[in-house]
């Protein structure tokens, strides 16, 4: 018996040296779960900011290509409009040196068709006022006139100033005159 007794506090401390083992070799020696959360918290601080910036750069390169796309927009346009400012020049001096005044006329007429035609490549449309039921959404009417007959009424007699229309939506509302 006693045999057994001493061997068994050496069996109890092989086992407890062997369950030591066991759990270092339970445990890899790689990270911790805590460096691990570490480490994936720092990765997705690390992509948040990265995502951040780029956003924040993106918010700029919109701001200034619409910066640019605003100061280049009538480009066109004006581009367009540069030989009717040379015609009217051209009238100017006409008019200083003209004995007759039919010419001159014609010649400004010319230039007005130039122009408008310009405008209408351009989406501007001219919109037909006179003779319809007035409406508020496309007229602005500035005074009201006793209509000649009752089917005058609440149309428009007259057109003070046109309104006009570009790409379909309105760009100026026409001043008339209504009918009551």
Do not use: W
Not at 5 to 26: D, I, L, W, Y
Not at 129 to 154: C, R
């Amino acid at each position: 018996m006693e045999e057994n007794q001493s061997t068994a506090p050496e069996t109890q401390a092989a086992n407890t040296t062997a369950k030591v083992e066991k759990k270092s070799e339970a445990t890899p020696e790689g990270p911790t779960p805590e460096q691990q959360q570490a480490a994936e918290l720092a990765a997705a601080n690390d992509k948040y900011l990265r995502l951040y910036a780029e956003f924040d750069n993106y918010k700029r390169r919109v701001a200034k290509e619409r910066i640019e796309l605003m100061q280049t927009a009538g480009k066109e346009i004006i581009a367009n409009l540069l030989p009717v400012i040379d015609d009217f020049d051209r009238a100017l001096k006409a008019f200083e040196t003209a004995t007759e005044l039919e010419p001159v006329k014609e010649g400004v007429s010319l230039v007005g068709q130039k122009l408008k035609s310009i405008l209408t490549n351009q989406g501007l449309k001219e919109m037909e006022s006179v003779g319809k039921p007035f409406d508020a959404e496309l007229q602005e009417a500035i005074t009201s006139i006793p209509a000649q007959s009752d089917d005058l009424k609440g149309t428009v007699i007259d057109e003070i100033e046109k309104g006009y229309f570009l790409h379909g939506k309105v760009l100026r509302h026409a001043k008339v005159v209504v009918g009551s």
